[in-house]
């Protein structure tokens, strides 16, 4: 059973324009999350998390957003630069464990 | 952040045969974990590794067939055993740092196996 799911493998978007990544989760013990950006043969690097004491949390160009009724979050990329392609996975955990439950993944490629 | 460095970068290996990845840090971490990220799949935790006592391993991964060492508080090794090409993967190490659950990964070692 995936806990954590990224429904869209992939997602296109012109340089200067809003990139927009999805999450939805299941457990609603998580209550923490996270976003990686993953460039190929390099490990995921952290880019930015939220509490789930809170629905909205921004870091320069990246903004992420949780909705916790509805167990969604979205990482917002504006604007969408050439080197913002990669591979985005979002993360989730609860305060039991230190585990993170990862989803599959969504491959970004802004274009010119 | 942790800088984190793992060997071998990546292999071809033979059904049958053992490798063992290494992960070394550049600073002492409590609890360092083991993923792998299957062609197309998500990363999945294999098992946590703490210095001085037995790794946890997930449910799906067992002791024999993915042994842990870990003798300090830098270094940590996966040894994935008796290799079959579903074995093919990414195994990645991760460590912690101070805040909450943020991990740092290593840039992974990719496997194939024939």
């Known amino acids: 059973d995936q806990q954590v799911k990224q429904n869209s493998p992939s997602l296109s978007v012109q340089e200067g324009r809003i990139s927009i990544l999805n999450c939805d989760y299941t457990?609603?013990?998580?209550?923490?999350f996270l976003w990686y950006k993953k460039y190929p043969a390099e490990g995921p690097t952290f880019l930015i998390s939220?509490?789930?004491?809170?629905d909205k949390n921004e870091d320069g160009r990246f903004t992420v957003f949780l909705n916790k009724s509805a167990k969604h979050l979205s990482l917002h990329i504006v604007p969408s630069q050439p080197g913002d392609s990669a591979v985005y996975f979002c993360?989730?955990?609860?305060?039991?464990?230190?585990?993170?439950?990862f989803g599959t993944g969504t491959r970004l490629q802004v274009f010119p | 952040s942790a800088v984190i460095s793992q060997k071998p970068s990546r292999d071809i290996c033979q059904r049958g045969t053992s490798l063992t990845i290494q992960c070394q840090v550049d600073?002492?971490?409590?609890?360092m974990f083991w993923y792998r990220q299957q062609p197309g799949q998500s990363l999945t935790l294999i098992a946590t590794?703490?210095?001085?006592?037995?790794?946890?391993?997930e449910s799906g991964f067992v002791i024999d067939k993915f042994p842990i060492s870990r003798p300090n508080l830098t270094f940590s090794t996966l040894t994935v055993s008796n290799m079959s090409p579903e074995d093919s993967s990414i195994y990645l190490c991760?460590?912690?740092?101070?805040?909450?659950?943020?991990?740092?990964f290593g840039p992974g070692t990719r496997l194939t196996v024939l």
């Open positions: 939220i509490s789930s004491i809170k």
């Open positions: 457990n609603s013990m998580f209550d923490y």
């Open positions: 991760s460590v912690e740092n101070n805040l909450y659950n943020e991990q740092f």
């Open positions: 993360a989730a955990s609860d305060y039991n464990t230190d585990k993170l439950i």
């Open positions: 600073s002492q971490v409590t609890m």
């Open positions: 590794a703490n210095q001085g006592s037995e790794a946890t391993y």
